[in-house]
């Protein structure tokens, strides 16, 4: 645990942050999970044990972290923002029962040509996000696949 204290100091030293207790917790607990949270759940997620954090921290935190690069705002829903601390490209799917989201690796698509968009149109970035239902929520419907 030591050693990955250090580590995320050190990560957020190299991009220039001053290391604060919140942006420490933010960041270590975005790295933690893989469900990309809302700024409500991170509350609730940091707050659980001994309330520190104000939602107006956590924004801040964020938008520090996003920044620098080290976190990115991910919109699968309209008006919802998550965050997701996995930077590397990749896609996402979304569970249309239960809300589950779940990475999916970069190459599981061709690639997808963006000089194939109208002219006047440059793409420079693009996205899949896979809705359907989750194992969880229909494991008879992946079997019959």
Not at 36 to 55: C, G
Not at 105 to 115: C, H, M, N, P, R
């Amino acid at each position: 645990m030591q050693h990955q204290a250090s580590a995320i100091v050190q990560t957020l030293k190299s991009k220039g942050l001053r290391v604060t207790p919140q942006r420490f917790a933010v960041y270590a607990n975005l790295l933690s999970r893989a469900d990309h949270p809302t700024v409500d759940q991170l509350l609730t997620d940091l707050n659980k044990d001994f309330p520190v954090s104000s939602q107006a921290t956590i924004y801040t935190s964020l938008q520090a972290l996003t920044e620098v690069g080290l976190v990115r705002e991910v919109l699968l829903e309209e008006g919802v923002c998550r965050y997701d601390a996995n930077v590397q490209p990749h896609h996402h799917f979304c569970c249309c029962r239960c809300g589950a989201i779940e990475d999916i690796a970069w190459d599981t698509f061709e690639y997808i040509q963006l000089k194939s968009l109208r002219p006047g149109l440059r793409g420079e970035t693009y996205e899949v996000t896979v809705r359907g239902v989750c194992d969880r929520c229909a494991p008879e419907s992946v079997d019959e696949q």
